[in-house]
């Protein structure tokens, strides 16, 4: 799922392309992707893009008379800059967003179908589709401890809970927590105040840097690939690859559609975490340290 640098990446190819700019027409392949019909989606064509913005992991365009298009892309949804009136992909495509210069168009892989798009009008249209979560880049040390131990979660959940923390999921929460040295499954009102600072510090760090470093290519071309692996991150999607810090294998927690990629070395102090599947499957063979995984 895209999370928040790679919205802003979208955010800032998108400035360059749309803002300013009418909406000609939208023209959906897929009518269940517009999830709302009051205000009709009519309303909004022939409108000048005013704004744009993020909204947790949702791309938010606003438009004259006080309209507003919220899109989530969700887990496959993505976006595609192309020629004016270019054609909606048969089997891919959800909608087009036609412009004077090109046309935006979504596509969504696999067979479910995820992504949505809203209109609303207002900003209190707009509130409604806001999780609540802290944005992080704009939090002090005691915003961020309070709203992570506000409930007891595992890090890892915390991270990615948009009631908690806004625009962060599954991919950029491994890349943090491994910078903070900490695992994933530590609860986080077990954290000590230095354990705290490491990871807000982590979280404003790695967010930070990935968001320079994708609007940086986004200046240049259009995000068409946008993934959530990419071979600079740290333990995200290197599962078996060495860790560039202290070259332990990269583990991996699979559970239900997500996963929790972690260094043992780093961040469980060499313990390998229990996989619900593959440690009951292997039992007394269930490799429980960095040593006996070598052996």
Known sequence: MPELPDIQAYLTALERRVLHQTLAAIRLGNPFLLRSVSPPIARVEGAKVRELSRLGKRLVFGFDNDLFLVLHLMIAGRLRWRPPGAKIPGRTGLAAFDF??????????????????????????????DRGGLEVMD??????????????????????????????????????LHRARLSPFKLSTDLSDAQCESLHTATLETLGEWIDRLAARAKDSFPDKVTACHPEMAVHGRYGEPCPVCNAPVQRIVYAENEANYCAGCQTEGKILADRMLSRLLKDDWPGRLEDLEK
């Open 100 to 129: 004077t210069d090109g046309t935006l168009v979504l596509t969504e892989a696999g067979s479910k179908r995820r992504a949505s798009l809203y209109l609303v009008e207002g900003e209190a249209g707009l509130e409604a589709h």
């Open 139 to 176: 939090s002090d040390l005691d915003r961020f401890r309070q709203r992570l131990q506000s409930e007891r979660h595992t890090l890892k959940r915390s991270l990615t809970d948009p009631r908690l923390f806004s625009g962060i999921g599954n991919a950029y929460s491994d890349e943090i």
